[in-house]
């Protein structure tokens, strides 16, 4: 799943560099959107990126996650802290744009608990990727976002796709 998540960011990062330029390259500006999440977690991303051409911009950030389900190995409370690169393309150029992102990064944990036990997650390797489609209104993203954990460590693997809806607001600079 890792190579799947690698090889679609990169295709998608080249395949947008075949756009037409014409229009967009006087419009390119770099942008801050701070994010939110809610649902199968509570979330707070914050984006810095570039808008290359008018249907495309790339980025990175970072993000603080609170997930109280806990779906990887029984935990009942986990903080993370995800690093991603950033892909972004918007599918339509009206005031109501139709855009699709996709991320690609790792994972940091902070804080694990299952069954009043305290997990280390610093010596498990966590990858993280994401994919969410949404409308962008002037400023203001709403999107679904569904994220991919997967979680490596010597005596156990673990893998799944949490749900979660997603505002943003997108600040030039």
Known sequence: ????????????????????????????????????????????????GYQVLPNYAIG?????????KGSVYDIKYSEIMPFTLNNRFYLTNSELRLFFDIRIGYIFGLVSRSNNKKLDFFKVAN???????????KKWDFGVNLIYYEFT?????????IPCLKIGYNIPL
């Open 127 to 137: 990858i993280y990727g994401s994919v969410c489609p949404g409308l962008n209104y």
């Open 60 to 68: 990175a950030g970072v993000g603080y996650s609170v997930d109280y």
């Open 153 to 161: 460590s010597n005596t156990k693997d673990s893998s799944h796709f």
């Open 1 to 48: 799943m890792k190579k799947l998540f690698l090889l679609v960011f990169i295709l998608s990062s080249l395949n947008a560099f075949c756009q037409d330029e014409s229009d967009g390259m006087k419009e390119s500006k770099y942008f801050l959107r701070p994010e939110i999440e809610v649902i199968r977690n509570y979330a707070a991303y914050l984006n810095f």
